[in-house]
């Protein structure tokens, strides 16, 4: 009864504070759920609190008032459970939270509805107050299992500490609740005052973004406990030995006193700093000396030049002093785009490699560029701004599972980053910590640049060690050719020279008949046609050679519409009687299945003329040839002349495409036009490429291998269009990508 005036005084004051946090809430509104739902919460809070207040008044309010009170409390106290369940599943994101809301509210209206009905209309069928208390208590025990799962299952030091924080936060809550609700008597007091710590906390909680760390709090409330208590049992073991030493002793209790107090104060200071040694290597684990790790940290990595090394260096050297789990170096490069790729180079863990790449806009990149401060995985996740990036740029960071991420710059641009994962102690990483890492990523900065640059000079060397191979390629390329085109003046001359002698030892004979007056009818004729011979042989060597001099500058080609099978077999008739003569079979199949083309008929039937002679030549009397022409797709299709010949070295099969290219020694080769290995002067091959190729088409050679005894053949292939065009072949061969 007559404390009442106590219990309302402090109903006020804290109902004032309520109003106070209330008011902040207010004026910072719209600024997310949270902070509505906490400030419904507050609000509410000042209603329990008036209604505790009022509860206790009841010696000057009429009885109705005080029963009204007591009555709504446990209802209140109910709804301020639910409300704080529905916020911090809110705040740490657990997804079943609506169906927290609608079951809590739901259940509390019933429950308000009830109760106010049995204030006007008693007495209660219900014992309301019971099941008002008892719905509290499982919902209060809800919050606080549901926080306890989210403390454990969290791997990452910061979301543990929010946990912790809100866990805390709702014991101080539930605290104050239950101080109102279980009949207490003067300790009733208490529980608004309890409650507005809580209050404070949860106001914090939701308005910050960075929580204080709680375990240290907790450990700074523990160390002040146990040195508080040590120092007063002294004291107190001090005055009971003086009272001890006076009834035993005959010297006065000052006397005493003063000898046990100067003795107390002679050990106390030593003592003291040996307890607060104690109690801080109990608590925070073993210290290190800063500046000795950096020291021989920028020692070790001066030397570094490969990437990896550098990595692993980095975080061995904190995992000396730290017991991190996990870490990797993240070199950072630009982007086309202007944003970053971030790759990593795993050092301790398994960290996926994935490089991440963040746009030039991402809040993140942002953050990185402008602030050199350390960048935590809890402020990708938690931070109103950072949230706002990209999804895959959040879960790329957040797969390599890491708590801090340090910049690491090289003249003011960031180069990488050193990224740390969680200590083994589930500790956050305390700002001395941070401290330190950042002065050794800020070491890494040279050394990482050290390696990127060795990188850098071992990519220029590969890529010049490619290019001196290509080189020498080219320069044997070059030289074979280089080679040919001297061969070519003998063998012309050879070439050239054999119908010459031909034609001019037929002459002689002419002219000898014909001053001898012996000459007949019939010998004219005879001899005119082996005049004829080696002339078409002439012309067509000259011929051969005035359309490989226009490969260079350009054939001339002129399209109109024609018949593969008739170029086919305008091609072979030429070579009928060496075909019989060397006693060498000619098969055609699939001409009459391609459909007409468009094309430069002349040409056509040119190149595929040098095949077949090639096909003659270098096949012994008695094999085949064959010619197969087959659709390839809609726009083009396919010819191969296939013989059962000597073959081609696979060194030859690109080369002999060139002009003036023989394969072997001139030499070995012997003269006539269709004899076997008959000499030629290596222009066939290069003016069919560029009749091919002027129509869009392309021409390659498949052969085992040159074999002359074993004869394994070779098959030209001959891709065409339906529709000769200018430009390249749009055909791609199958295994020859791009
Ligand atoms: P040539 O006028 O000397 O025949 P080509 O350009 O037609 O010149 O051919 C170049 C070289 O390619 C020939 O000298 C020969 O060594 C080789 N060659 C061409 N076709 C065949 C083939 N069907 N079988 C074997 N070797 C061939």
Known sequence: ???????????????????????????????????????????????????????????????????????????????????????????????????????????????????????????????????????WASFTLGTVIALTVGLFRSRMAFHRNRALYWLLTANALSLGQALTLFPLGPLRMVGPLVHILGAVALLRGVLTFWL??????????????????????????VVMAVERLTAISVMPSTTWALFLAVGVALVYLPLYQALVRLVDRLLAGVGFDPAQTLRDYS?????????????????????????????????????????LLLRPVPALGEVPTDPIELEPISPILVRLKEQDTPLFQYEVEHHPVLREALPKEREGLRALEMEIYLPIRVEGELAGLLALGPQRTGEPYAPRIVEFLSTLAHQTGVALQNARLFVGLQELNARIMQLNESLRTAYERLERLDRAKSDFLSIASHELRTPLTQIRGYTDVLNDLARS??????????????????????????????????????????????ALAGIIRMAIEPWLEALQERKLT????????????????????????????????????????????????????????TDTGIGISKVDQELIFEKFYRVGSIDLHSSGEYKFKGGGPGLGLSIARGVIEGHGGCIWVESEGYDEERCPGSTFHVVLPYHAHRGPCRWKRPGQEG
């Open 299 to 339: 020692q070790t990595i001066s030397t570094v030049l490969d990437l990896e090394q550098l990595a692993q260096k980095a975080v061995q050297t904190v995992s000396q002093v730290l017991d991190v789990q996990r870490g990797a170096l993240l070199i950072a490069s630009e982007t086309e785009r202007g944003g």
């Open 586 to 641: 000619l098969l055609t199949y699939g001409l009459e299945d391609i459909a007409p083309i468009r094309a430069d008929m002349d040409r056509l039937i040119q190149a595929f003329s040098n095949l077949i002679s090639n096909a003659i030549k270098f096949t012994p009397d008695g094999g085949r040839i064959t010619i197969e022409a087959r659709p390839l797709d809609e726009e083009h299709f396919e010819v191969t002349v």
């Open 212 to 237: 204080p760390n709680v375990k240290a709090a907790l450990r700074s409330l523990f160390r002040f406990l146990f040195l508080f208590t040590a120092t007063a049992l002294l004291l107190a073991g």
């Open 517 to 562: 007056g012996t000459l007949t009818r019939d010998q004219i004729t005879r001899i005119t046609e082996n005049i004829s011979r080696p002339v078409r042989r002439l012309e067509r060597i000259i011929n051969a050679m005035l359309d490989a001099s226009q490969l260079e500058t350009g054939m001339s080609f002129h399209f109109a519409p024609t």
């Open 1 to 135: 009864m007559e404390i009442w005036p106590y219990i309302s005084g402090i109903g006020i004051a804290v109902g004032l504070i309520h109003l106070i946090l209330f008011l902040i809430l207010l004026f910072r509104r719209g600024k997310g759920a949270g902070e509505k739902l906490a400030m419904a919460y507050i609000g509410f809070s000042l209603l329990w609190i008036a209604a505790v207040a009022l509860a206790d008044l009841e010696a000057i309010f009429l009885p109705v008032v005080t029963e009204s009170a007591n009555g709504l409390i446990p209802v209140l106290a109910l709804f301020l459970a639910v409300g704080y369940l529905v916020l911090v599943a809110l705040l740490l994101e657990y997804p079943s939270w609506p169906i927290f809301a609608t079951a809590g509210y739901t259940w509390t209206a019933i429950l308000l509805v009830t109760t106010v009905y049995f204030l006007f209309v008693p007495p209660p069928l219900l014992p309301l107050e019971q099941v008002g208390i008892g719905s």
